[in-house]
């Protein structure tokens, strides 16, 4: 069977067959040159399988980045005299079919002598993550029973809401499709909080995650289904990646501001013509291409315009656009199959939230985490597993504790707490102020508030610590309801040397299946990208077909509902003769091993 696309030059393939061939070189690769705008997940995975895929000499792959260091959102750094910071993690499950494929050819920052993937691995192995508290209420209390408890109606609201049709529930928001019981419910609580959900965000985007993840509904509860990297994720999958490639040869160049690509547009091809760019000086270091030339263009950021605050001072709310944004609108000008980015971009009022790092310098406040969590963070393995959420915050304050230490260097007894709100409009509920507004030190007293330090306490031990918010306008954008052509394929019809990267480009499978605010879905664009354009002989790997596989289905609607048996309305008679119809098949050993019988 022939997987569909909507690109004749891309195969999509499963299993190991393909997975495991080292590619050929294409011909003519020796002709070309390669450009990569950004330096976010994308276009590093995009470098990484020009020169171990397509076999480009690496000195022939130039990457331009408005920023003075590479990782897009994928950061994690010190400020200097203010402490860490992180505008967020990426949670990680075990089908990430691309970047995992990746990731196995990499050396690990940590260890040399394994790959990324190797020390990724034995993390887990050794660690398994899991939480022992999702959320809390009433100042540090736990709420969470572990269960979803939907009961049988939200349950069948939710199989019915996986099987729509992806054009029904275009431009359609979640609470235009969900019912006000499930939106009150806690599985609304623990999916809206762990995947930054709004209630008007898209309904299609929901759609897709629940049938891209639908192999891990069990182990949503108590995060069970997730792994992370035993140090910050900067260190851990973006400099492996930036090392490999400098080591090849390619060349980076810091303050670039791309502003446009020029192309030529007829009816049989379209080819990118010139990149149009300045340095941070100003100056004019636009560049002319040829057919030759390779353009990767990261379309769009869900960090563009982050403002950073500290102890004293708020995050300020950038609401203008520029960078990714601007390079997008002045592309898609061009052409009406390059995407349409207002619908992403252009209300930051719904497609915003704030996050905090902060850094616990004293051991009184772990005291307080590991009453919640029942671990201490100075073992070196799982604190929380992932986030908590105070569920009575009026900021819808979530918080998390990766493996400590988290940055190379951090004092043993420092624990950074990464602290996220998704409501960043209204006042707290010990800071009488929008989130927004707020210091780093007054996030810090919210925070210790809801994790329950008495009230008494709350200024000394938020005067150990220090703090670093920053508001991100575009940080949900991905999420906005939105129809198809509203992002432009990763590689547009009949498009001869360029393509699109990211969150904001269109996979090539046929129907998407692959999930935004993923890094797997930066690296999946990356790898179509670079197959397609480069004529590599073997195929991408489909998204893992856990939707299609009646096992995880079955198990799906058991865990959704908690154990309980599935409630058939059908008479007596009927469900008799359908039992004995079932009696003595393999579809009745699989029911019962399913829990279903």
């Not at 210790?448 to 005067?463: F, K, Q, R, S, T």
Request: net charge negative; with cysteine; charged share 25%.
């Amino acid at each position: 069977m022939k997987i569909k696309t909507h690109d004749e030059r891309l195969t999509l393939t499963n299993g190991t067959y393909h997975a495991l061939v080292h590619a050929r070189k294409p011909k003519g690769i020796e002709d070309k040159k390669a450009y990569l705008i950004g330096t976010g997940i994308g276009a590093l995975a995009a470098g990484c399988f020009l020169i171990r895929d397509a076999h480009m000499d690496g000195s022939k792959i130039v990457f331009l980045e408005q920023l003075d260091i590479p990782g897009g959102s994928l950061d994690g750094a010190v400020m200097q005299n203010a402490g860490y910071v992180a505008r967020g993690g990426r949670e990680m499950g075990q089908c990430f079919e691309v970047l995992w494929n990746l990731f196995s050819s990499l050396p690990s920052t940590e260890d040399p002598n394994m790959t990324v993937l190797d020390h990724l691995y034995y993390t887990n192995l050794e660690d398994p993550n899991y939480s022992n508290c999702r959320i809390t209420k009433e100042r540090g209390v736990r709420y969470d029973n572990g269960k979803f408890n939907l009961g049988q109606e939200l349950a069948k609201e939710l199989a019915m809401f996986v099987a729509t049709a992806d054009e029904v529930l275009e431009n359609k928001t979640i609470e235009d499709v969900f019912s006000d019981e499930l939106l009150d419910s806690d599985f609304w609580t623990y999916w809206r909080t762990m995947f930054a959900f709004e209630n008007w965000h898209s309904a299609l985007e929901m759609k897709l995650y629940m049938n891209r993840f639908i192999h891990h509904v069990g182990g949503l509860p108590n995060l069970s289904a997730l792994q992370f990297s035993r140090h910050d994720q900067y260190t851990s999958f973006v400099m492996p990646m930036v090392k490999y490639l400098k080591e090849n040869g390619a060349t980076f160049r810091y303050g670039v501001n791309v502003n446009n690509v020029e192309f030529a547009i007829s009816q049989e091809k379209k080819v990118a013509t010139k990149i149009v760019a300045v340095d941070k000086e100003g100056t004019d270091i636009s560049i002319d291409l040829s057919e030759n030339d390779l353009v990767f263009i990261t379309n769009g950021s869900m960090t563009e315009g982050s403002g950073y605050g500290d102890d004293n001072t708020p995050a300020p709310f950038n609401k203008e656009l520029g960078g990714c944004w601007t390079l997008w609108k002045n592309i898609a000008d061009q052409c009406d199959e390059f995407g349409r980015p207002d619908k992403f971009c252009g209300e930051p009022e719904k497609s915003n939230w704030e996050s905090c790092t902060v850094t616990c310098h004293d051991e009184r406040v772990p005291q307080y985490i590991e009453k919640i969590t029942k671990r201490s963070p100075y073992t070196g393995r799982t604190v929380t597993g992932g986030i908590v959420t105070a569920l009575d915050s009026s900021w819808l304050m979530s918080w998390t504790i990766n493996r400590q230490e988290q940055y190379y260097g951090q004092p043993e007894k420092d624990v950074v707490v990464w602290v996220y709100g998704l409501f960043s409009d209204v006042p707290g509920d010990y800071i009488k102020k929008p989130m927004r507004d707020c210091t780093g030190k007054e996030i810090t007293k919210e925070w210790l508030y809801h994790i329950g330090v008495p009230v008494d306490e709350i200024e000394e031990l938020a005067n150990t610590c220090t703090a670093i918010p920053v508001m991100m306008p575009f940080i949900t954008s991905q999420f906005m309801p939105r129809e198809s052509g509203d992002r432009p394929y990763v590689v547009p019809k009949n498009a001869v040397n360029f393509a699109f990267l990211g969150q904001f480009a269109e996979t090539l499978d046929d129907p998407g299946r692959d999930t935004v605010f993923t890094i797997e879905y930066s690296g999946r664009t990356a790898m179509e990208a670079v197959y397609v354009l480069t004529g590599v002989e073997k195929g991408v790997p489909e998204v893992f077909a856990s939707r299609y596989d009646i096992r995880y289905l079955l198990s799906a609607g058991v865990c959704l509902l908690d154990g309980e048996k599935l409630e058939l309305d059908l008479p007596p008679i009927k469900k008799s003769k359908i039992m004995k119809q079932l009696a003595g098949t393999d579809i009745e050993v699989m029911l019962k091993d399913c829990g279903i019988l």
